[in-house]
């Protein structure tokens, strides 16, 4: 079965700096994709950024980069210069390639400190 | 980009009562939709996937008796939470499936079940 671990429940970072968010996943499937999205207050999902299991490359989106471990099976999200609007909570999600359905973690509160 | 609407935003009922919510994939067809339930604090947890013509796939421990899915249309989903209870109060999210990784997520109903 898939899983998706998000240890870290609440992060604080000042504002301009950079923080990493952790997430490490579990599957047998060779074929699999990895999400990150953000959800503030209002509770909309808001799509970050992307990762294939067979990508060479780590994601990258802006100001969001993507530090993909496969041996590790970690994904963890990179968000440079933070900002006040980055507060939110931020959902690490699994999906296979099969049915496309998204198993997520528990989420990281991010606070994001003038 | 995709656009997935759902209505209502937030809807109050009372016990015993039925509640219908509609997810639409405003500009693309959407073969699949998927519903998650989101309790405060709480990471999303998939209930159902919905194809468009055929029966819903729901994961274990949820009542397809009582969450009651149609997938009448390549941009229509509709949950019906049958005889609500409080216990029922919670967020409900659609996501729209449009090619294989893209998943397109609704801005979520508020259920307040008194």
């Known amino acids: 079965a898939q899983k998706i671990t998000q240890t870290q429940p609440g992060m604080f970072v000042q504002e301009k700096e950079a923080v990493t968010l952790d997430c490490t996943y579990d599957?047998?499937?060779?074929?699999?994709?990895l999400f990150w999205y953000k959800q503030p207050s209002s509770g909309e999902m808001i799509f970050l950024i992307y990762?294939?299991?067979?990508?060479?490359q780590n994601a990258t989106e802006g100001r969001y980069s993507l530090n993909f471990q496969k041996a590790r099976k970690s994904a963890n999200l990179v968000i440079s210069a933070s900002q006040l609007g980055d507060s939110a909570m931020y959902f690490c999600?699994?999906?296979?390639?099969?049915?496309?359905?998204?198993?997520f973690g528990q989420g990281t509160e991010l606070s994001v400190k003038p | 980009g995709a656009v997935v609407s759902q209505h209502p935003s937030w809807v109050i009922c009372k016990s015993g009562t039925s509640v219908k919510i509609e997810c639409r994939s405003l500009?693309?067809?959407?073969?699949?939709m998927f519903w998650y339930r989101q309790f405060p604090k709480q990471s999303l947890m998939l209930m159902a996937t919905?194809?468009?013509?055929?029966?819903?796939?729901?994961e274990q421990g949820v009542e397809k008796d009582k969450f009651l899915i149609n997938h009448a249309s390549l941009t229509l989903s509709t949950l019906t939470v049958t005889s609500a209870h409080p216990e029922d109060s919670s967020f409900y999210i659609c996501?729209?499936?449009?090619?294989?990784?893209?998943?397109?997520f609704g801005p979520g109903t508020r259920l307040t079940v008194t």
């Open positions: 599957t047998s499937d060779p074929s699999y994709g």
């Open positions: 919905s194809n468009e013509g055929s029966k819903a796939t729901y």
């Open positions: 990762q294939g299991s067979y990508d060479q």
């Open positions: 996501s729209a499936r449009e090619v294989a990784h893209e998943q397109y």
């Open positions: 500009d693309f067809q959407a073969t699949t």
């Open positions: 999600a699994m999906a296979d390639n099969q049915g496309g359905k998204l198993i």
